[in-house]
């Protein structure tokens, strides 16, 4: 009983280890390549509840593949719930390269960020 319980809980390790290998090599072969700065924009209106949550996956996402100093992570906001703007602005304190911005000011923040 014991040693089919401890088979059971390898061969679901093994299965994770895989799924988490063949994600990350999917995102590092459609991410771009690091030839230049880029930057991944996310939209959140008032019906976004989980704006921040987004947020924080997609820089999570940049760290992970090790490309946090050529990409940003933007958040448009088009009337956002004031709890979740605060939410996100403190994301965007905690860490580097994130940035929430309503659409006009867009093209100043992208100006800033690429060059």
Known sequence: ??????????????????VALAYYIILKILRPKKSGKYIV???ADDSSDDAADR??????????LGEISFGNVVLLDF?????????CEELCR????VYVCELRELEALTEKLIV
């Open 41 to 43: 924009v996310i939209s």
């Open 1 to 18: 009983m014991i040693k089919e319980t401890i088979s059971a809980i390898c061969l679901l390790l093994v299965f994770l280890s895989l």
């Open 79 to 87: 009337g956002m719930s004031y709890d979740e703007r605060r939410r």
């Open 94 to 97: 905690e860490t580097k390269n």
């Open 55 to 64: 947020l924080c996956s997609e820089y999570m996402r940049l760290e992970m």
